[in-house]
């Protein structure tokens, strides 16, 4: 197949017409994989698995029947295979899962055929994916510069063409931010639409949740209506739209009232903001200016770090459990053992009065949208950086603060936000803009997301590093 790879959306339409087996198609995603190793996004891959499942297709009606995608290595756990979070003690384990999350079951329900897991950084805990365990992973359009993080390998197999879908998951921009790195669409999903079960009810005190990469609208459309799905028990439930989807997106939404706001943003990601906004306001919309009251309040970031270092205590706290003896400060990574070290010495109740005080900025801040519909932001303060940019000991964090204002916010109020590519820098790097939607209204997201790359259509574009 020549580039662009078909999306997902005309792979099911190549497939049910007959024009593509599911052997072909699968046989062609591994080829990819092969070519483009050097970018070290596949870490467990499962090619000789994949092939023989996609031998027993028989049902094409599924949504996702004989298309191949890839699974990011962190969270949505699948039975017998390698599940190491980007961990050196879990990889030297070689642990693999016992059970299958709800997202896995609903994903292969669908039809879709894993070619493997992707690369993490460690417990998905930063904006760039080079874990110790298992070295970068590259940005296909220049292998010199990061893909993102912590969906970084699963952003790089989608923007090379590999695959049209890819799972990712997002505490802190871990979507979006790739997704904007890597020229793709990245929509965070909201709280409670898409289950962290059966094994937890929220991850990270409810900031993160699951969802997908993709090249096209169209295609995460499709992904969401397959893993939209709650399950008994859990403690967030999105309320459903009126229609599916993949049938929203096809909708051209009525005259919206947008705000732009680009922050402390550098150049090049003010200049994609305004461009979007430009577009949307010649497609009808009206756009002003500003954000909610306290959007940029330093105190969200300082309030999170409570509930993610005390969220990193407990996690290795669990893993010491399942291991069956203490971890040392030579099986984590120096941020993370830091992180967890802080979080074992917060008293519970600071960590009540953080997720307090985050709940009530929540309801301070998502009036906004009682008067507007969307929020126009950059997704990076800057373009992605170089690999090994935030890993300085001295300097690397300082370095994320800056990149990083933008996304935290809608992880905080769960609503849903989703980036999409719509400029380059004089370099050609990908720049995403983001939209942060109301509660629940995933479904404006992506009809404006549609408009969008009909005015300015991405998927065309090949990166450097493609199959």
Request: charged fraction near 20%; charge should be negative.
């Amino acid at each position: 197949m020549s580039w662009p790879f078909p999306d997902a959306t005309e792979q099911r339409r190549l497939l049910t017409t007959g024009q593509i087996s599911p052997s072909e198609l699968v046989e062609v995603a591994i080829e990819r994989a092969v070519a483009t190793g050097g970018l070290n996004a596949i870490i467990h891959p499962r090619y000789d698995q994949a092939q023989e499942q996609a031998t027993l297709v028989e049902d094409l009606a599924a949504p996702l029947a004989g298309i191949p995608i890839a699974i990011k290595d962190l969270g949505c756990a699948q039975e017998g295979l390698p599940h190491h979070h980007g961990a050196q003690f879990l990889r030297d384990l070689q642990w693999t899962e016992t059970t299958d999350s709800y997202l896995w079951s609903l994903l292969r329900d669908s039809g879709a055929i894993s070619l493997g897991r992707t690369n993490t950084p460690e417990f998905g805990s930063t904006i760039t994916t080079e874990p110790l365990a298992y070295g970068p992973t590259t940005n296909p359009w220049d292998p010199t510069r990061s893909p993102g993080g912590s969906s970084g390998g699963s952003a790089a197999v989608v923007a090379a063409g590999v695959v049209a879908i890819a799972h990712g998951n997002d505490g802190g921009g871990s979507i979006r931010i790739p997704a904007s790195a890597c020229g793709l669409v990245g929509l965070k999903p909201s709280r409670g639409r898409v289950s962290v079960g059966p094994e937890a009810g929220e991850h990270r005190g409810g900031l993160a949740v699951d969802g997908i990469l993709t090249r096209t609208v169209r295609d995460t459309a499709l992904g969401l209506d397959v893993i939209a799905r709650p399950w008994p028990g859990d403690p967030y439930w999105a309320p459903p739209g009126s229609e599916p989807f993949v049938d929203a997106a096809r909708r051209v939404p009525r005259p919206l009232r947008i705000a732009v706001s680009t922050g402390r943003a550098e150049p090049a990601c003010v200049d994609a903001t305004l461009r979007a906004a430009g577009l949307l306001e010649d497609l009808g919309h009206h756009i002003d200016t500003g954000e909610p009251t306290d959007w940029y309040d330093d105190e969200v970031t300082d309030q999170t770090i409570v509930l993610r270092t005390v969220a990193m205590a407990t996690e290795l706290n669990s893993w010491q459990r399942q291991i069956g003896r203490p971890l040392t400060e030579d099986d984590v990574e120096d941020s993370n053992w830091w992180s967890a070290e802080l979080g074992r010495t917060l008293p519970g109740s600071m960590y009540v009065q953080a997720q307090i005080w985050l709940q009530q900025w929540t309801r301070r801040v998502t009036s906004f949208w009682n008067d507007h519909d969307i929020l126009l932001t950059p997704v990076l303060g800057a373009v992605t950086p170089p690999i090994g940019f935030l890993s300085d000991p001295l300097e690397g964090q300082q370095r994320l603060r800056s990149l990083i204002g933008f996304v935290d916010q809608a992880n905080v109020s769960g609503q849903p936000a989703i980036s999409v590519p719509i400029a380059t820098d004089p370099d050609d790097m990908p720049i995403g803009i983001q939209l942060v939607g109301a509660y629940a209204r995933e479904d404006l997201l992506i009809q404006v997301a549609a408009q969008l790359e009909h005015s300015a259509p991405w998927a065309s574009r090949r990166p450097m590093i493609s199959g």
